[in-house]
């Protein structure tokens, strides 16, 4: 063997090191579309789409429904990595993003831009083939607000988060307009909850880093003093009253009434007391435990919601003579 091979040989990566490679490139792909923000969206889109179409599960149209979650899931990955482009340079500043794939330096931009744009268009065109146009209009409108809205409004006002909450709470409408095709009063409620739900769940996170959104240039929060322990007052305590206040709503489809808009009711004044803790002690404690609940509550809300409709389904098919 020539000493050229022997140098050629000890330069080349080992078949052990290109797979490690190749599963580094995967995982940072895969980074790059926020998985754990899909898992809410999906679970949101899932909950609209069974309310709009609430059926017993043998007529349940459940290819349609994996259809939409499928579309869904490409737009809002496609949506996700376009914003970690958009934002490279400030994600390099702040210590909880330094480390996202493209803000390490991991890939290329041209390379991140054209896997978000792809993702984005397989998605809407997914959307329109496997369910209907109204899903995916519904998508498109929700990126394009998300990417040309909210994420530059990021750093040039805190009202940003108001703009941001209107593409955040689409999902839901995504589902429900997969189910039927159109978007009933039902379905606005739906909308309206996770309106106003995103608020205290982003007040907690934007007190948490707040250092480091100051430190890469975001305006999320106003200024330290008086004006921003207003504004984080407001942002967490008028959307928990109004989430309060829209519990009587929340019965939809086959739901008993009374039984719904209580549970709905008690949740929401689990969540508002969280809320009122954060805004008296204002402490990173106290906006971690406001972060959870606010998880907790999503999950609770909309599990309570189908497993009452699945319930008056079937109180509904058992009460109808053979």
Same mark, same amino acid.
């Given at each position: 063997m020539s000493g050229q091979s022997i140098v050629t040989e000890q330069l080349a990566p080992s078949r052990s090191q290109e797979g490690r490679f190749a599963g580094s490139t995967l995982s940072d792909y895969w980074a790059l579309t926020k998985p754990e923000v899909n898992f809410?969206?999906?679970?949101?889109t899932g909950v609209g789409f069974y309310l709009g179409r609430a059926a017993p599960w043998r007529d349940f149209p459940s290819l349609l429904?994996?259809?939409?979650?499928? #579309?869904?899931?490409?737009?809002?990955s496609g949506t996700g990595t376009l914003n970690q482009y958009i934002e490279r340079r400030f994600d390099a500043q702040m210590r909880r993003t330094a480390r996202r794939p493209l803000a390490a330096g991991r890939l290329k931009?041209?390379?991140? /831009?054209?896997? #978000?744009? +792809?993702?984005? /268009?397989? #998605?809407?065109?997914y959307l329109v083939v496997a369910v209907n146009l109204l899903a995916s209009l519904l998508a498109v409108l929700t990126l394009l607000s998300y990417l040309f809205f909210y994420t530059p409004l990021k750093r040039k006002t805190p009202l940003c988060?108001?703009?941001?909450?209107?593409? @955040? +709470?689409?999902?839901?409408?995504?589902?429900?307009?997969? *189910?039927? #095709?159109?978007?009933?009063?039902?379905?606005?409620?739906?909308?309206?909850?996770?309106? =106003?739900?995103?608020?205290?769940?982003?007040?907690?996170? +934007?007190?948490?880093?707040?250092?480091?959104?100051?430190?890469a240039g975001y305006l999320v929060l106003p200024p330290e003093g008086p004006a921003r322990d207003r504004f984080v007052n407001f942002q967490? /305590?008028?959307?928990?009253?109004?989430?309060? *206040?829209?519990?009587?709503?929340?019965? =939809?489809? @086959?739901?008993?009434?009374?039984?719904?808009?209580? @549970?709905?009711?008690?949740?929401?004044l689990g969540f508002f007391c969280c809320g009122a803790q954060f805004v008296v002690r204002r402490t990173n404690s106290a906006?971690?435990?406001?972060?959870? *609940?606010?998880?907790?509550? /999503?999950?609770?809300?909309?599990?309570?919601m189908v497993f009452l409709t699945v319930g008056g389904l079937a109180g509904t098919v058992a009460s109808k003579p053979w």
């Open positions: 809410l969206i999906l679970i949101t429904m994996i259809h939409t979650l499928v #579309g869904t899931l490409l737009v809002a931009p041209s390379a991140v /831009l054209w896997f #978000g744009t +792809a993702l984005s /268009l397989i #998605g809407s065109v988060t108001l703009v941001g909450a209107f593409p @955040g +709470a689409m999902p839901p409408l995504i589902g429900w307009a997969g *189910a039927s #095709g159109k978007l009933s009063f039902e379905a606005w409620v739906l909308y309206a909850l996770l309106f =106003l739900w995103q608020f205290p769940h982003f007040m907690a996170i +934007a007190w948490m880093y707040r250092d480091d959104y100051d430190r967490t /305590l008028w959307p928990l009253s109004g989430l309060v *206040a829209l519990s009587p709503l929340s019965a =939809l489809g @086959g739901q008993p009434f009374l039984l719904c808009g209580i @549970g709905v009711f008690l949740l929401n906006a971690r435990q406001l972060l959870t *609940a606010s998880i907790i509550n /999503l999950l609770s809300l909309f599990i309570w």
